[in-house]
């Protein structure tokens, strides 16, 4: 595998002007630890959003369940499509925190291989 760092200009990709050997890094262990991090959080958080979404059609299309009335005149499906807005903004912050861990844990993994300990 080529060093992606040799097809970079000098001084790009890095402080202090030095260049970032990403295959070195993709290799750390602790890189490997953070992708599984990732993983493990946004699978499960997508799978959740899916399935919550597309309940509301399938739900509307092929059942009567959501089409009863909760409070007066406004049915269970007007419920749960508000609460498709909230599960959407509730998801936006859990990961806009959570990126905010993943990307300190990046800034060391750079760091740390800047400082040759890769």
């Not at 890095?14 to 262990?29: H, L, N």
């Not at 991090?37 to 399935?51: A, E, N, Q, W, Y």
């Not at 936006?92 to 400082?115: G, T």
């Amino acid at each position: 595998m080529a060093n992606l760092a040799e097809n970079k200009p000098s001084g790009t990709g890095g402080k202090r002007g030095q260049s970032i050997d990403y295959t070195a890094i993709a290799r750390s262990q602790k890189f490997k630890t953070l992708m599984q991090k990732k993983r493990s959080f946004i699978v499960p958080m997508c799978i959740f959003f899916l399935i919550f979404y597309y309940t509301l059609p399938i739900m509307t299309s092929y059942s009567n369940v959501l089409n009863t009335p909760a409070i007066g005149a406004i049915t269970w499906a007007w419920i749960y499509a508000f609460g498709q807005f909230i599960m959407t903004w509730a998801l936006c912050m859990i990961y806009s925190r959570k990126a905010a861990s993943f990307d300190q844990i990046s800034d060391e993994i750079i760091e740390e291989h800047q400082k040759g300990g890769a």
